[in-house]
């Protein structure tokens, strides 16, 4: 910790001891070390000691030094084909031959990355589509000099994606997209194949938040509130518990795997947390076989698991279950404590009380850690815990009141600021946020309970990026005490009932041209770059636009009309030729009608049951079609995709909004809703406003929690829905949409994109450069479809657009670039076979785009480097935008 959060945890814990909650501390002089050491006899405020007696039983326990550690990736929902739609390109494009001056199966050298902070020299051999000379060499070329007159083919609106987007003065970014029923021709369905068994609400259900382990299949599953897990033991593992168990590990019992003996300093493949442990569990010993477990009021940050003693019982324990919660707590109903600790108790330390009705406990584990537990029984009086065995502390039958327990690795210091806090917890969050020109802030605030609420405040943790985004006023109530996350560095404890975050610069001036941190939108591109993409176009243009859109996937039909809308944009707004689009144009805009009309392959359904818009592909079966579409897997890539093609249609022609607004918006609000009070869909499915990105598993069992694969599509959604805010005049979504990006810009540059100074990551797997897949527990440098470098790094690039500048930061770009694709690399780019080596070099484009350009530009182009779901005609735009045209 550097010096200032030093100063400021200090001046933080003088200010808590200062207080009148401090003056109840009892025996604030004596040095705790001493006390820890005596066995008097239990009186007022004396501290006493207990250990666990000796018994023949306890020699035969064996205590949770083997953790378990899952490896092996878990496949359900998710496909193994590649990301994008397989066509053969080459057959859409015949006749280029004698456009581009000979045939197109020519492997090109590979132009070597600058350092981002160089130039790139010029091209070294020259391109077939010329980069001098007028645009007007071919009739087919020639630029549009009059508006077409047809009622939808006209550009009616001003220039598209202005340098000056509208002002915004404290737009609310949460208002609603929509309040209506779902279009009459979305059928509703209520026999999804995963039936809601075990979450008693009838509101719509997040279904991929942090909690969904407490509902889905055997509940058993870790649910990761960070710094903590928490999973129902259910009966299982050494315990034999029926409670709640307890963990938190550190980095000594991290599991990893192989090193890849290809990459710049040799990472290991994955890292993984064990799953399993039971640091303490929170039961009582009425639980047994005939216990249950619900959840009930799950919403945006938070859900209530009860575990009832016996169906219909009243007698139960009640979990707040809250993202950041500073303490696991427990509810009880009438029953008798037992916590239980699978890693043993050393010993226990009745502590006093930190306040008048609250008992503390000092709990030392055979692991070396130290847990506090602070009881508040409802009738105030001691509860006299006694710890009858090594894995047994019990407490008095019939209580009602809560416990609750804290993990302390900060000494004196962390116990004080815990002390403080003791008595209240959390019980749900909500989130507000506003912009302001290019600043906009978020703030996560949280509703308590528990005793004396109004003069006790909450301690929560916050993640690496909330810290570095905290306002003033956030930074000054940082604690000292630190908590490793299982897959985000060290979390911090903050005092306090709210956070504020602050995002500077946002991309407010991204537009659908090609856009640069330091040049912006590059609306107007040179006249060797529109006469390069007018000579490219006409033969993506003649693709078969329905034939390509008209599949059995979401995802792989999104991408296709979202490559024919950015492709029809390029020509008409880029190359600035409205003429030589408007058929492609027409087409596309029939072929999108397809879906809003839901006569698809598989058309969508509202499922009444988690309450969502599904893909149909999942109710014949198998929940894997479709990438698990029906099981609310991937929504915001699939429906990204939908988004950004509307936008782009809506700014063309304006006319089209109305008749296909509801639709859209019916996306936004499935995969990205902006109220908690929508009774169609749930608030943010997807982007997780506390972890600062979005979770792409939706309704499949997983012991390592929710996880995301493609930070690229991630951040795809949340520029879709810019765009589509503009495009519609929602300037709340817009502002949504700048927010997001802002967010995911910090976030994934946290924990995904790893530069080499990156901490929130093991130093032994950071040059793996990107993630792979993380997960809520383990991060896994592969993917579902293969282990190839392309595959692994590629997902996390694709698609290329206008706003992949801000997310992928230059030196990352360059680091990971010299680092897997230079010549000298493992996997050079110019030996990358397919789809993949043009996104590899669209990508370049970012930090080397006259190479980039160079590349898109060569003779003889291959055009299987183009995969199913991009165009060559958008490269060379995206490459030009950024600089590399002449």
């Known amino acids: 910790m550097d010096s200032r959060l030093k100063w400021k945890a200090t001046a933080l814990l003088t200010w808590v001891l200062a207080t009148d909650i401090a003056s109840c501390l009892p025996h604030v002089g004596n040095e705790v070390e001493a006390t820890l050491q005596t066995t008097a006899t239990e009186s007022a405020g004396a501290y006493k000691t207990q250990y666990p007696p000796s018994n023949s039983e306890d020699r035969l326990l064996v205590p949770e030094s083997h953790p378990v550690y899952r490896v092996a990736l ?200 064990p799953v399993g442990l039971q640091h303490l569990v929170f039961s009582a010993t ?220 946002l991309p407010i001036d991204i537009g659908f041209a090609p856009w640069s941190t330091t040049q912006g939108s590059a609306h107007e591109l040179s006249d060797a770059a529109q006469h390069a993409i007018i000579q490219a176009a006409p033969h993506e243009l003649k693709q078969n636009i329905s034939e390509q859109t008209s599949l059995n996937s979401m995802y792989y039909s999104g991408k296709a009309l979202s490559k024919f809308a950015t492709l029809v944009y390029t020509v008409n707004q880029l190359g600035n030729n409205v003429d030589l689009a408007t058929d492609a144009f027409q087409q596309l805009k029939k072929s999108f009608d397809l879906f809003v009309q839901n006569k698809q392959q598989y058309p969508l359904a509202y499922d009444t049951v988690w309450k969502g818009v599904v893909s149909t592909a999942g109710y014949d079966g198998d929940l894997n079609q479709d990438f698990g579409n029906t099981a609310y897997n991937d929504h915001h890539f699939h429906y990204g995709y939908f988004i950004q093609t509307a936008a782009i249609i809506g700014s063309l022609d304006p006319n089209w909004l109305a008749a296909n607004k509801e639709w859209v918006n019916m996306l936004v609000r499935d995969a990205g809703n902006s109220v908690e009070d929508d009774p169609h869909f749930p608030f943010s499915r997807s982007f997780d406003w506390y972890n600062g990105h979005s979770w792409a598993k939706g309704l499949f069992e997983s012991y390592d929690g929710k996880d995301q694969e493609s930070t690229s599509e991630d951040t795809m959604f949340a520029y879709a829905i810019k765009m589509w805010g503009q495009t519609t005049g929602d300037a709340s979504m817009e502002a949504r949409g700048n927010v997001m990006l802002g967010i995911l810009g910090r976030s994934l540059n946290n924990y995904f994109l790893m530069e080499d100074d990156n901490v929130n990551q093991p130093a032994n797997f950071t040059g793996n450069k990107v993630t792979g897949i993380l997960f809520e527990n383990k991060v896994d440098h592969t993917t579902y479809f293969g282990a190839n470098l392309e595959y692994i790094q590629g997902i996390h690039m694709l698609p290329l657009m206008p706003h992949s500048p801000f997310t992928r930061r230059k030196e990352f770009v360059h680091q990971e670039w010299q680092a897997m694709f230079a010549e000298n690399a493992s996997t050079p780019a110019s030996k990358v076979e397919g789809g993949w080596k043009g996104v590899l070099y669209a990508n370049l484009a970012l930090v080397d785009p006259k190479a980039s350009w160079e590349f898109f530009t060569q003779p003889n182009f291959d055009y299987s480097w183009i995969d199913g779901g991009a165009t060559r005609t958008w490269y060379l735009a995206f490459a030009a935008g950024l600089g590399g045209a002449p």
Not at 145 to 167: F, M, N, Q
Not at 168 to 192: C, E, L, W, Y
Not at 224 to 229: A, E, G, H, I, K
């Open 74 to 273: 878990e496949q359900d929902g998710h496909s193994s084909q590649q990301p994008f739609p397989h066509f053969d390109i080459a057959r859409f494009v015949d006749g280029l031959e004698d456009l581009l001056g000979g045939g197109h199966n020519t492997t090109a050298p590979a132009p070597a990355a600058t350092k981002a902070t160089t130039s790139a020299q010029q091209p070294k051999h020259s391109a077939p589509i010329p980069t001098t000379g007028s645009v007007t060499d071919s009739p087919q070329a020639k630029p549009s000099t009059t508006v077409a007159h047809g009622p939808v083919d006209t550009v009616s609106s001003p220039p598209i994606a202005s340098d000056h987007p509208k002002s915004m003065h404290g737009q609310d970014i949460f208002q609603p997209v929509a309040t209506g029923p779902v279009p009459a021709n979305i059928k509703s369905r209520n026999d999804h194949p995963v039936q809601n068994k075990n979450a008693n609400t009838t509101d719509p259900i997040a279904t991929n938040k942090f909690y969904a382990g407490l509902f889905l299949g055997t509940q058993t599953n870790a649910t990761f509130t960070q710094p903590y897990s928490l999973g129902w033991s259910k009966g299982e593992g050494s315990l034999k518990s029926w409670g709640m168990g307890i963990s938190h590990v550190q980095t000594h019992m991290l599991a990893y795997g192989p090193t890849n003996d290809k990459i710049p300093g040799k990472p290991v493949q994955y890292y993984i947390n």
């Open 286 to 505: 009425e639980l047994d076989k005939s216990s249950i477990m619900s959840v009930e009021q799950p919403k945006a940050f938070s859900a209530h698991a009860v575990i009832k003693r016996s169906p219909g019982s009243a007698q139960q324990i009640t979990f707040p279950v809250v993202q950041g919660m500073g303490y696991t707590t427990a509810v009880y109903n009438d029953l008798q404590p037992l916590l239980e600790s699978g890693v043993f108790f050393r010993k226990v330390v009745s502590a006093g009380s930190p306040r008048a009705g609250i008992f503390k406990y000092q709990v030392f584990l055979e692991d070396d850690t130290n847990w506090l537990v602070y009881a508040t029984p409802a009738d105030g009086q001691d509860p006299k815990f006694k710890l009858v065995s090594k894995t047994n502390l019990r407490g008095p039958e019939g209580f009602s009141g809560t416990i609750q327990v804290a993990k302390n690795p900060a000494g004196k210091s962390g116990e004080k600021f815990y002390d403080n806090s003791s008595g209240v917890y959390p019980v749900a969050g909500e989130i507000s946020g506003s912009v302001t020109d290019d600043v906009g802030s978020y703030k996560l605030s949280w509703t308590k309970a528990g005793k004396d609420v109004k003069g006790t405040p909450l301690i929560m943790f916050a993640l690496p990026h909330h810290v570095h985004s905290f306002d003033n006023a956030t930074q000054g109530r940082i604690t000292d005490i630190h908590l490793r996350t299982t897959t985000k560095g060290n979390s911090t404890a903050v005092i306090g009932e709210s956070w504020t975050m602050v995002e500077q610069n």
